[in-house]
């Protein structure tokens, strides 16, 4: 459970400059919603700046994870992660996987053309974070030992990745194709196949085989095609039937989401607030805006994995419920405001207007829900890191001083191996928890000092534990 919660918090960082990004393209979008930046050299540069945070999000999520874990900011590090991630998606890119299967292009699988996800990003992270973490300490033969530590596990870490790639050549179309097939079998199920679909659309967004489902549904594998029918590009369409894939999740987008972000909002320590509102309402600004919901889903899918079980849930609710009750609406970019508006437009839409009081009510679901079970089981979103007000201190100290004061305190540089930190709460690895001296830390009026572990204590000091953290650091290096 640690190494989760150490996972979903390395995501914040990437999580955090998303809403931008989405915010720049929908704007685009809002401005040239047929020609995508054609019509509007605005619209393009928005559209663009935009896209291009959220195509290469699985860099940043790779970058992140493998950082943020092994709590080190080293160079090696960030680049043995670049060198994982473009040989892994490289190797697995259709034009590579030609050659190597000595095949046309064209006829490469489908599946390796969705090969750049979440999953993949984090994968590489964990892998260049387990690499480090075993090897980096590592000692060759004298002759060899230009290759020592890090490059030694920058070599093991590429390894590992050209294995999981020659892996995933076989594996990847099996789970692929496996999703394509499922969605086609569910699909003759009616207004039940959208709610399953809505369910497991949400499941498979970490891994990125939603993309299989997609497919199935949104575009023609199986000739349902419920973009293009509700758009009209595509004839065949039927009203109270086209968009039965794309409706509910208006409410969710527009709503639940949003719900949930305020619900964490206010779960959130006084403390916290502040930086954590700013997050969350951007976030929550993006999903209502543009239905780009990966700001928000990622802030919770790894700290409370039940949540997002639930929000799963909730997502097939709503799509099960305006399919059946034929309330149609559809999306050309995502299910937020501006595709709910020019969704008026289709002569496939049926009842949009109901759209809006089911979302209302599917906020108030999402709310209820996030705030009972964060509150009940302690769930640590965003923003709960728990902190006991200070006591004045006698002396005025700069970060400066307080950081070595600190380090003094927990041993010296001899005996810390590593310091990390979130929100307020700083983590220090150290070699023997015995020589710490507890009765300095505790007259420096820290709120709280918790022993973890044999080897790792951590201070719980306040919003300003970044700088404290980034000093702690520098004196390290």
Not at 58 to 75: G, W, Y
Not at 118 to 127: C, D, H, K, Q, S
Not at 197 to 224: C, E, K
Not at 274 to 293: D, E, M, P, Q, R
Request: glycine share 8%.
């Amino acid at each position: 459970m640690k190494y989760i919660q150490r996972l979903g918090k390395s995501l914040m960082l990437p999580v955090s400059i998303m809403p931008i990004a989405a915010l720049l393209k929908g704007i685009g979008y809002w401005i040239d919603p047929t020609g995508w930046g054609v019509h509007s050299p605005l619209a393009a540069l928005l559209i663009t700046s935009g896209g291009t945070i959220i195509d290469n999000l699985p860099i940043l999520f790779a970058l992140a994870v493998a950082m943020e874990m092994s709590k080190k900011r080293d160079t090696f590090i960030a680049l043995s992660t670049l060198a994982c991630y473009m040989t892994m998606t490289t190797i697995l890119s259709p034009k590579c996987i030609s050659l190597m299967m000595q095949i046309p292009e064209y006829d490469v699988d489908l599946a390796f053309h969705n090969i750049q996800s979440a999953f993949i990003g984090i994968l590489i992270g964990l892998i260049v974070f387990i690499s480090f973490q075993k090897f980096d300490q590592k000692r060759l033969p004298q002759f060899l030992s230009f290759f020592d530590g890090k490059r030694f596990a920058s070599i093991i870490a590429i390894g590992i990745t050209l294995i999981t790639s020659l892996l995933f050549i076989y594996i990847w179309p099996t789970c692929y194709h496996f999703f394509i097939y499922f969605g086609r079998e569910i699909s003759k199920l009616g207004p039940l196949s959208a709610g399953i679909y809505g369910v497991l659309n949400r499941l498979l967004i970490p891994t990125g085989l939603h993309h299989a489902l997609n497919s199935v549904f949104w575009f023609d594998v199986a000739g349902i095609n419920d973009i293009g029918k509700f758009w009209g590009t595509i004839s065949g369409g039927v009203k109270g039937t086209t968009g039965m894939y794309q409706a509910g999740f208006f409410p969710v987008m527009m709503f639940g989401l949003p719900g949930a972000a305020l619900a964490m909002y206010h779960c959130s320590k006084k403390e916290n607030k502040k930086k954590v509102g700013s997050i969350l309402f951007s976030a929550a600004l993006a999903s209502f805006f543009t239905g780009v919901t990966e700001p928000l889903e990622f802030a919770f899918m790894f700290v409370a994995p039940i949540l997002y079980l639930i929000h799963a849930f909730l997502t097939g609710m709503m799509l099960f419920i305006a399919a059946s009750l034929k309330w149609m609406a559809g999306f050309g970019f995502s299910a937020g405001l501006i595709d709910y508006i020019l969704s008026f437009k289709s002569p496939f839409a049926n009842n949009i207007l109901f759209l809006i009081p089911l979302g209302v009510i599917c906020g108030v679901i999402y709310y209820v829900i996030f705030r009972m079970l964060i509150l009940r089981y302690d769930l640590m979103t965003p923003g709960r890191e728990k902190i006991q007000p200070k006591e004045e201190k006698t002396k005025a100290f700069t970060y400066d001083d307080m950081s070595i004061e600190l380090l003094d305190a927990l041993g010296g540089k001899t005996n810390v191996l590593c310091v990390d930190h979130c929100i307020t709460r700083l983590r220090v690895e150290v070699k023997n928890i015995s020589i710490i001296d507890k009765q300095a830390l505790s007259n420096m009026n820290f709120s709280h000092i918790v022993e973890t572990s044999e080897h790792e204590i951590q201070i719980i000091i306040g919003t300003e534990v970044q700088f404290i953290a980034e000093i702690l650091n520098e004196i390290l290096m």
